[in-house]
């Protein structure tokens, strides 16, 4: 099996899937601006704007390939090398403040010996999912986790409490000792070895951009016409600040690829529409605004919940 092959083919089709999908939700058409990259390879963004669901979303593959830049370099602890690196990317902000931001990315990374690269060296895949509410529906939380870790289960009981856990700390504002949101998986570094093979890793990671759609379109669907006010509005965009602090402080993937001369629009494309910062602010006790604040500043096991 050509892995390489197989998951850029993979991650192509996704895009394809996903965007039909919000398309048909939202009524508004994806704009698709395809791009080269200097060195090798590129890719096929799609950004979705002043919907009447969705008001900024972006759905994005790409397939770069070519000589080790020197930050990936020192990143990796390599002395060169030449590598392909191939995934998609997306963030869907709705305008509904009821309606949860989702976030997931599904990546595969091979690095050569050779200028050729017929033969990888090293391979491994990673990704995830994981959702942002602004108003917290504890029945949204334990779905959105349901299907991951049915999913995750599929391949190994030992795979969700691990892929949860390591979501649960990577997507936290340490700055403000709390969460982004609510959770889900993220993995990354999946190599095969003996328990299993990188056909095994392949087969989970995609199988775990499949169930995005189930995982995230029936809680859009049903918070998408619910009615809010300007105050919930305000609120919205508070925690979008939240959002945004979180990827340009924190998230790995925007400071590599700021680092490494990537491509500014497509790593910039997560960043909400509306946002505000407010002054030392604090939502009243007993809210809805408060309910959420309090399960952000420590995980709790959605799934489980579940079965309850």
């Not at 050509?2 to 058409?29: M, P, R, W």
């Not at 790409?62 to 090398?81: K, Y």
């Not at 709705?94 to 599904?106: E, F, G, K, S």
């Not at 998986?185 to 056909?199: A, T, V, W």
Request: aromatic share 12%.
């Amino acid at each position: 099996m050509n892995i390489k092959q197989t998951f850029t083919d993979y991650v192509h089709d996704l895009q394809d899937e996903i965007c039909q999908e919000v398309e048909a939700i939202d009524g508004s058409q994806f704009r698709e601006d395809l791009w080269e990259r200097e060195g090798g390879g590129g890719g096929r963004t799609r950004v979705l704007e002043e919907g009447d669901v969705i008001e900024k979303g972006g759905v994005n593959v790409s397939a770069v390939h070519g000589e080790l830049p020197e930050t990936i370099r020192s990143h990796f602890n390599v002395e060169g090398g030449w590598f392909y690196a191939t995934g998609l990317s997306l963030v869907l902000h709705p305008r509904n403040p009821m309606a949860p931001t989702v976030h997931a990315n599904y990546r595969l990374f091979e690095l050569y010996d050779s200028e050729e690269m017929d033969r990888a060296v090293d391979r491994w895949f990673g990704g995830g999912a994981d959702l942002t509410p602004y108003y917290l529906r504890d029945e949204d939380a334990i779905h959105f986790h349901t299907v991951h870790k049915e999913m995750c289960d599929r391949h190994g009981e030992d795979l969700y409490p691990r892929f949860k856990e390591a979501c649960d700390t990577y997507f936290y504002n340490t700055h403000r000792s709390e969460a982004r949101g609510v959770g889900g998986i993220f993995y990354d570094y999946l190599r095969g070895d003996e328990r299993r093979s990188d056909e095994e890793w392949l087969s989970f990671s995609t199988d775990a951009g499949n169930v995005f759609a189930n995982a995230y379109f029936p809680i859009l669907k049903k918070r998408m016409d619910e009615p809010y006010t300007e105050d919930q509005r305000w609120w919205q965009e508070v925690r979008r600040g939240r959002y945004a602090e979180f990827n340009l402080i924190h998230d790995r993937g925007t400071l590599f690829g700021l680092k490494t001369n990537g491509r500014i629009e497509s790593i910039l494309m997560s960043l909400p529409p509306r946002t505000r910062w407010v002054y030392d602010h604090h939502p009243e006790e007993d809210t809805p605004e408060a309910y959420l604040v309090k399960h952000l500043r420590k995980p709790r096991e959605w799934a489980g919940e579940g079965r309850k």
